[in-house]
């Protein structure tokens, strides 16, 4: 976990940032540093989390399965417990610690907002902390929708939980995401809304998949970043 400070005013708010990469390699820039570049700018503490891969997904009758030890989410789970106890050494506020994910991160920021519990044996203090992040921003997330009920249904993949403890969530997505269909954040979204936890989607018809935060001709990779930060003003976070 590398930690960025702000070097102006501190807004007391923390960003724990994890790259995608399919679970075989980590982008550390396009979805890791070049955001946190933005988020202290904003006065937010911003820590890129360097997660464990290679992890393969197990397949069972030709369908893929999500490993019963998530290495990734147990990483994630580890830094959010080091941030809330060292958060007055960072100056943030222990309460004001989310999370963004892009893609395979995306889905592990998902995971941490529906979990308390750990599979890893409690260490020290930092894992007494909640792992549960007090926000979540969901880019272009996978592995959720349960694609064998056929193209319009929008159930989640059995091993998908919901919480209603899940904290305030904003999802981005491109329409034409090729790699992952923009059912993948719908169904999520209206799982969300049916436990009765907030959630925004900002939805924009072009930009693919992994556009980060570098400047194309699509709108969404200059407008999104201005997007998030409005809605963390909403929800108190700024």
Known sequence: MTVYRPKGRNRGAAMLVLPGGGFEVIATDLEGTEICDWVVQQG??????????????????????????????????????????????????PHKIGVIGFSAGAYLA????????????????ADRHSPRPDFAIIAYTARMLDDSKGKNSLELKPWVTISPKAPPTLILHAM?????????????ALALNDAGV????????????????RPTADPVTTEWPGQVKQWLRDIGML
């Not at 490993?67 to 941030?83: F, S, T």
């Not at 998902?110 to 203090?125: G, I, K, V």
């Not at 034409?176 to 999520?188: C, E, G, H, L």
Request: net charge neutral; aromatic share 8%; charged share 25%.
């Open 110 to 125: 998902a995971n941490m907002s529906n979990t308390d519990e750990r599979t890893y044996p409690l260490a020290d203090a």
């Open 176 to 188: 034409n995401d090729a790699t992952d269909p923009i059912r993948q954040p719908m169904a999520y």
């Open 44 to 93: 937010i503490t911003c820590a890129v989390l360097k997660y464990r891969v290679p992890q393969k997904w197990p397949q069972e009758n030709g369908e893929q399965q999500r490993p019963k030890v998530l290495l990734g989410l147990e990483d994630a789970q580890r830094a959010m417990g080091l941030l809330r106890a060292q958060a007055s050494f960072y100056g943030i506020d």
């Open 198 to 213: 907030p959630v925004d989607m900002r939805l924009y018809a072009r930009g693919g998949h992994a556009f980060g935060m």
